[in-house]
Structure formats: structure tokens, C-alpha cells
């Protein structure tokens, strides 16, 4: 069983950097895949970005490629993203997930936290 709380959303001005974190409970976290998803109002979650368990391998949608960056680190059983360049457009609520070593271009997860809100002002 993994939680997941992510943190760190608010709002800010199109233009500026903003880095959410997600800290998961658990013993086994450095054994899961993270991932970030998204959802914007009347939209379906979508997903944003991925990294292994090893924290080798990453994967980026489109639309966030050399503006986001998804880190973790394992000793502190947190996961971050890493948002520059931001866009009235990237407004959304933020979801961590995991799941056990999938492959990061999964879209398939089986943990999800709570959700963070960020909002960008143009």
C-alpha cells in the first residue's frame, strides 16, 4: 500500500516556475514508477510526466517537454515536478501516482494522492 500527498500548488503568473512535490509513505518507494498527471476543468486527467524507479528513465508529454522535469528522491520518498515557462493553459489540479516498477510510458496507475491546485495567471 503506498499515500501519496502531494504539495505546492498556488497560484502564479504566467511566465514564473513553480515545483510541486509528492511524499509517499511506504518502505518499498524506491520500487515504484511516479508519475504526474493533470486535470483542467471539463477536461479528462491527462498525463504529464513519468520517472523509474531507479529515477534513470524519464517521459514527458508533449506539451510540458523542456518546461517540466520530474525528479525523486528515493531517501526522502519524494517525487517532484519541476515547472518553468508556465502557461495560463497548464492550470489544472496535479495528481502524483505509483505504481510497482511499470514502465514509464504507462498510463496505468494504481496509487493516486489527493491532488494539488495550481493556477496560472495571465
Known amino acids: 500500500q503506498v499515500q501519496l500527498v502531494e504539495s505546492g500548488g498556488r497560484l502564479v503568473q504566467a511566465g514564473n516556475s513553480l515545483r510541486l512535490s509528492c511524499a509517499a509513505s511506504g518502505r518499498t518507494f524506491s520500487s515504484y514508477t511516479m508519475a504526474w498527471f493533470r486535470q483542467a476543468p471539463g477536461k479528462e486527467r491527462e498525463f504529464v510526466a513519468a520517472i523509474s524507479w531507479t529515477g534513470g528513465i524519464t517521459d514527458y508529454a508533449d506539451f510540458v517537454k523542456g518546461r517540466f522535469t520530474v525528479s525523486r528522491d528515493n531517501a526522502k520518498n519524494t517525487v517532484y515536478l519541476q515547472m518553468s515557462s508556465l502557461k495560463p493553459e497548464d492550470t489544472a489540479v496535479y495528481y502524483c501516482?505509483?505504481?510497482?516498477?511499470?514502465?514509464?510510458?504507462?498510463?496505468?496507475?494504481?496509487?493516486w494522492g489527493q491532488g494539488t491546485q495550481v493556477t496560472v495567471s495571465s
Open positions: 501516482a505509483a505504481r510497482y516498477k511499470v514502465l514509464v510510458t504507462s498510463t496505468s496507475y494504481d496509487y
